[in-house]
């Protein structure tokens, strides 16, 4: 199985919203990510957690909070959003955080925010 | 800046034709290399990734590598109209992160 999930499919929030994002995903991946993408743009690298802890923060806003409750889930805690951030969000696990010639990343369906 | 280039496109193929998606890499370090297919609205689906010199095949798709051109490609044979899409090529580097091109748009007609 190598299915990533993410819930909700679509988002709308106000500016003064408090949300979150999940991701599961079971196929004992110990690498997660949050991308964010626009339209007509690739994927941006927002976070990596490697064996539950975050290793890799690209000066995200702290506006985004990630948390990984355990090894299967991901979530990303949204707060005093912009318009701006209006986005899609992608979820996307990988087999090994250390790397190897392998190492494929599967991406989740994503979360379409949109920010009011 | 560590970069991966590809023209945005789009191509334009007739069913049935070879479509030939290319791409650059500006990091000697880079590892391995991954295509990924993303319909519109949709999330980036992984349809091959390379490693080593030379080609490698699955079904329709190959994917070619030359690390001394920094060079990498992806031909689908007996393109069909399914297969537009935009394909985005990435470069997995030394510390595990992909680095994303722009994505090529590809358009096959009927």
């Known amino acids: 199985d190598t299915e990533v999930t993410q819930t909700p499919k679509h988002l709308v929030m106000g500016m003064t919203n408090k949300k979150s994002l999940k991701c599961e995903q079971h196929m004992g991946h110990r690498a997660m990510y949050w991308y964010k993408q626009k339209a007509k743009k690739p994927p941006e690298l927002m976070f990596v957690y490697s064996y539950e802890k975050l290793s890799i923060n690209e000066s995200v806003p702290s506006r985004f909070s990630p948390e990984c409750p355990n090894s299967s889930l991901l979530n990303l805690h949204l707060h005093a959003l912009q318009p701006e951030d209006s986005a899609l969000y992608l979820c996307?696990?990988?087999?090994?955080?250390?790397?190897?010639?392998?190492?494929?990343?599967?991406f989740g369906p994503g979360t379409r925010l949109t920010v009011l | 800046q560590k970069e991966v280039e590809q023209n945005s496109g789009p191509l334009s193929v007739p069913e049935g034709a070879i479509a030939s998606l290319n791409c650059t890499y500006s990091d000697r370090g880079s590892q391995s290399f991954f295509w990924y297919r993303q319909y519109s609205g949709k999330s980036p689906e992984l349809i091959m990734f390379i490693y080593s010199n030379g080609d490698k095949e699955d079904g329709r798709f190959t994917a070619q590598l030359n690390k001394a051109s920094q060079y990498v490609s992806l031909l689908i044979r007996d393109s069909q109209p399914s297969d537009s899409a935009t394909y985005l090529c990435a470069a997995r580097n030394a510390g595990n992160m992909l680095t994303f091109g722009g994505g090529t748009r590809l358009m096959v007609k009927p």
């Open positions: 996307a696990s990988s087999q090994d955080p250390s790397g190897g010639s392998y190492n494929e990343q599967f």
